[in-house]
């Protein structure tokens, strides 16, 4: 993962906004470009898979998977998920 540089603070709705955002997250702030490969996809399916077992076993909720997220403020609940 590499960061780009820049002083300029970037919000989760700058990251939505943004055409090629699906390839790039937030660290602190500043864009890091995600290096995905096969070998990664393997490991974040099967952690998503044994998260997911987990809270099925236990009726505690769901897992989503890496392409989406939820952002819960203190006022709001908001979950983005491409498509």
Sequence with gaps: M???SGSV???PDDLLSMPDGERFELVPGQLAELNLSGLSSLIA???NRRQ???A???GAG???QSDCFARFLRSRRRSVCPG
Excluded: K, Y
Aim: glycine share 6%; no cysteine; aromatic share 12%.
């Design 52 to 54: 997911g077992n987990f």
């Design 56 to 58: 099925h076993n236990r």
């Design 9 to 11: 603070r970037l919000t």
């Design 45 to 47: 399916a099967e952690i």
């Design 62 to 64: 769901f897992v989503l």
């Design 2 to 4: 590499s960061i780009a």
